[in-house]
């Protein structure tokens, strides 16, 4: 029903600034809640910021507040993660998530997702 496509990823040396993109396609209409999410292999997947589709409303986890900034275009039907002051431990594939509820940081939540882009911060 929905598909999304993440872009932006890249290398980017510690203090600098990052922005991923994220489009949908489908029944985006439907759509609640658009959300970041990051993993590193290995680990579990991890919560970064989510934002309400129609009302605005948006959520950050700990670990990134005051340095990464969710957006929208809703023509476009795209959502934005600006990322600044990157550090090392902000290394991770970065994923869009989408639902059509109002959903938090829970990853089980989200029902469609896109393939994922490599974000990697060097010290």
């Known amino acids: 029903q929905v598909q999304l496509v993440e872009s932006g990823g890249g290398l980017v040396q510690a203090g600098g600034s990052l922005r991923l993109s994220c489009a949908a396609s489908?029944?985006?209409?439907?759509?609640?809640?658009m959300a970041w999410f990051r993993q590193v292999p290995g680990q579990e997947r991890e919560f970064v910021a989510a934002s309400s589709w129609r009302y605005g409303p948006t959520y950050y986890a700990d670990s990134v507040k005051g340095r990464f900034t969710i957006s929208r275009d809703n023509a476009k039907n795209t959502v934005y993660l600006q990322m600044n002051s990157l550090k090392p431990e902000d290394t991770a594939v970065y994923y869009c998530a989408a639902d059509q509820y109002y959903r938090g940081p829970r990853a089980d939540e989200y029902d469609y997702w896109g393939q994922g882009t490599q974000v990697t911060v060097s010290s």
């Open positions: 489908g029944r985006t209409f439907s759509i609640a809640t």
